[in-house]
């Protein structure tokens, strides 16, 4: 039975996690720096469909077919991860340049009844990674429209999927149990933001109406991870 585990509230540093659970000392781990004069052009990554983005969000609707994925996939949670005052907070990094926010969107192949599931499967999990950066000034009619979460869109921070290019990697799980079960994919578009949403904790409050402290919601990146990277290329 996997241990239970908190980012919030264990003591201990990455640096120990493989102590209590191995796989975080795998050769397959999350978050990585994307270093781009390495990544191969891949063919077979295709522009992505994205099913149910367009419609009030509703978790159990959101869908994700096409990009080189193996099957069908659905949405289970979306999080994020940030500094403090508007600093470095993304995980993954690009030629060693962090962002100040990204957001996770995270998916099962459809035949899985839980995340849990999922995780004994190699390409069992889907994660979108999307950077954001910070753009001054800047008013951001879509980020305001998220107050009135009844009325939330994906689309509305999101760009249309056939104009999205991305990296594309295998990896895990960026807390205990560090699970290899994840194909991430990191767009090159970045979401704008401003400072003052991402100091004042804009999303945090709103989305997940709990107050914790978000300077610790980062795994730096992982030296382990062996697999190459590769990117897809739309015009």
């Known amino acids: 039975k996997q241990q239970h585990w908190s980012l919030l509230t264990s003591s201990s540093f ?32 295709t522009s992505f469909i994205f099913d149910g983005h367009e419609n009030v969000f509703n978790m159990s609707s959101v869908r994700l077919r096409g990009g ?7 949405a289970v949670q979306f999080h994020l991860h940030w500094g403090e005052n508007g600093g470095q907070g993304s995980e993954h990094s ?25 995780l004994n499967d190699s390409t069992g999990v889907a994660a979108l990674a999307f950077f ?15 107050r ?14 056939n104009k999205l290019n991305y990296y594309r990697y295998l990896g895990s799980l960026t ?14 578009q970045t979401l704008p933001i401003s400072k003052k949403q991402v ?23 992982a030296d382990l991870n062996s697999n190459a990277s590769f990117f897809s290329c739309f015009s």
Not at 199 to 213: E, I, M, V
């Open 175 to 188: 807390t205990p149990g560090c699970d290899q079960a994840v194909v991430w994919t990191v767009f090159q």
């Open 14 to 45: 990455p640096s120990e996690w493989k102590n209590n659970f191995p796989n975080c000392g795998g050769q397959r781990q999350s978050p990585i720096n994307i270093i781009t004069r390495k990544v191969k052009h891949d063919p077979k990554l």
């Open 148 to 161: 009135e979460i009844e009325d939330f869109k994906l689309t509305d921070i999101i760009p249309q999927a």
């Open 199 to 221: 100091q004042r904790d804009f999303f945090f409050f709103l989305l997940f109406n709990t107050d914790y402290n978000h300077q610790y919601l980062r795994r730096m990146k």
């Open 94 to 118: 690009v030629d060693g340049e962090c962002y100040p926010m990204e957001l996770h969107i995270v998916h099962i192949k459809e035949k899985y009844g839980s995340l849990g599931d999922a």
């Open 132 to 146: 954001f950066e910070v753009l001054i000034p800047l008013v951001i009619e879509a980020l305001g429209k998220v």
């Open 68 to 74: 080189g994925l193996p099957a069908t996939y659905k």
